[in-house]
């Protein structure tokens, strides 16, 4: 493979929320950084720029990452899901509305970061989860407002609402 310099932009073609785009890149772009400034995706936050804090977690063809540790040159071919398109899930109601009961945020900076997390858990563990379980899965997520406890008894209510609605149906 040819070296690349850095003052040299390379082409990336990609999915963003359902949208295939192709753009031109300087290969040391972190694609956090990609995200909110060369496509507008602000939900996606840089808090640490060292993947502790969640809040640039992104899915990266259907898990969840840190946006921050990658390089915008490595999602050439690949599928992407940032907050914004999340949002227009309507599966994803009850868990804004959990959030806003439970008063799971506060700032918002880290929300995003949580509803990624939460979100894609659910995808694929839609049954059952207890407290335990939740704290285990956010661990990966910081926020420095709620204390967790709301966030936890967000997620926990969703849960059973879900549960209740697969028996009733």
Not at 113 to 137: Q, V
Not at 147 to 153: F, R
Request: glycine letters at 8%; charged letters at 20%; aromatic letters at 6%.
């Amino acid at each position: 493979m040819p070296l690349i310099k850095s003052s040299e932009k390379i082409s990336v073609t990609f999915t963003l929320n359902g949208i295939k785009l192709s753009k031109n890149i300087y290969p040391r772009t972190l694609l956090s950084d990609f995200l909110r400034y060369s496509i507008g995706e602000t939900g996606t936050h840089v808090g640490c720029e060292h993947g502790i804090c969640g809040a640039c977690t992104i899915i990266f063809n259907g898990k969840p990452i840190r946006s921050c540790l990658m390089l915008a040159s490595q999602v050439n071919g690949h599928e992407l899901t940032t907050v914004e398109g999340i949002a227009k899930d309507k599966n994803l109601d009850d868990l804004r509305a959990a959030f806003k009961k439970h008063h799971a945020l506060q700032c918002g900076f880290c929300t995003s970061g949580f509803l990624i997390t939460i979100s894609s858990y659910l995808n694929e563990n839609p049954i059952y989860a207890d407290e335990k379980e939740i704290r285990k899965i956010l661990s990966g997520n910081i926020c420095r407002c709620t204390g967790y406890v709301g966030i936890v008894d967000a997620v926990l209510e969703v849960i059973k609402k879900r549960n209740e609605n697969k028996k009733n149906a």
